[in-house]
T-cell receptor, first 115, second 112 residues
Framework: KAGVTQTPRYLIKTRGQQVTLSCSPI?????VSWYQQTPGQGLQFLFE???????NKGNFPGRFSGRQFSNSRSEMNVSTLELGDSALYLC??????????????FGPGTRLTVL | GEDVEQSLFLSVREGDSSVINCTYT??????LYWYKQEPGAGLQLLTY?????DMKQDQRLTVLLNKKDKHLSLRIADTQTGDSAIYFC????????????FGGGTRVLVKP
């Protein structure tokens, strides 16, 4: 099976702009989670979508939003970009493993630089 | 919320064993994962352990869990240069759905 794919891999934007990142999960996976990784804050959970519905949300401002489509592909959007939004954005797709554990498989990430 | 602590750095000689430690605060964590991140890459799932287990072995990897002390460790036997990376532990509470809380990561440097 193909892994989790994220596009684009690299992105440069300026302050005040908005950006949309895309994630295609592993075939058959219905849950997609998004994480932000920065040197200062580490890996932080943004939100999770399952069957087109947001199921869980982290502590990020409303400028960060997402959605999921019927084919399980997900997009996240950041509006009014700030310098602090520069980060690696990781998407994870979830499978159901042994004993009911939901194992998350990560994509390569989108590196966003805000100038 | 959950706090997860890891030491920042570990240096090890090729062929030796590496032990990466992790402590967490939420006793309701039911699944505990280890991920590896190489430079410029995403996270690669290495292994995981259920909270009702004390130990899990998977080829060169051994995970030990001390639930009483909320301490998790990952041992890598016969460490190779390709094991140089950042390692993250991530406990997950069943009630939190698929949300993972990550430690800050341990950078492992393998010296020839």
């Amino acid at each position: 099976k193909a892994g989790v794919t994220q596009t684009p891999r690299y992105l440069i934007k300026t302050r005040g702009q908005q950006v949309t990142l895309s994630c295609s999960p592993i075939s058959g996976h219905r849950s997609v989670s998004w994480y932000q990784q920065t040197p200062g804050q580490g890996l932080q959970f943004l939100f999770e979508y399952f069957s087109e519905t947001q199921r869980n949300k982290g502590n990020f401002p409303g400028r960060f939003s997402g959605r999921q489509f019927s084919n399980s592909r997900s997009e996240m959007n950041v509006s009014t970009l700030e310098l602090g939004d520069s980060a690696l954005y990781l998407c994870a797709s979830t499978a159901r493993g042994q004993g009911g554990t939901d194992t998350q498989y990560f994509g390569p990430g989108t590196r966003l630089t805000v100038l | 919320g959950e706090d997860v602590e890891q030491s920042l750095f570990l240096s090890v000689r090729e062929g030796d064993s590496s032990v990466i430690n992790c402590t967490y605060t939420d006793s309701s964590s039911t699944y505990l994962y280890w991920y590896k991140q190489e430079p410029g890459a995403g996270l690669q799932l290495l292994t995981y352990i259920f909270s009702n287990m004390d130990m899990k072995q998977d080829q060169r990897l051994t995970v030990l869990l001390n639930k009483k002390d909320k301490h998790l460790s990952l041992r890598i036997a016969d460490t190779q240069t390709g094991d140089s990376a950042i390692y993250f532990c991530a406990p997950r509470r069943k009630a939190a759905g698929n949300k993972l809380t990550f430690g800050g990561g341990t950078r492992v440097l393998v010296k020839p």
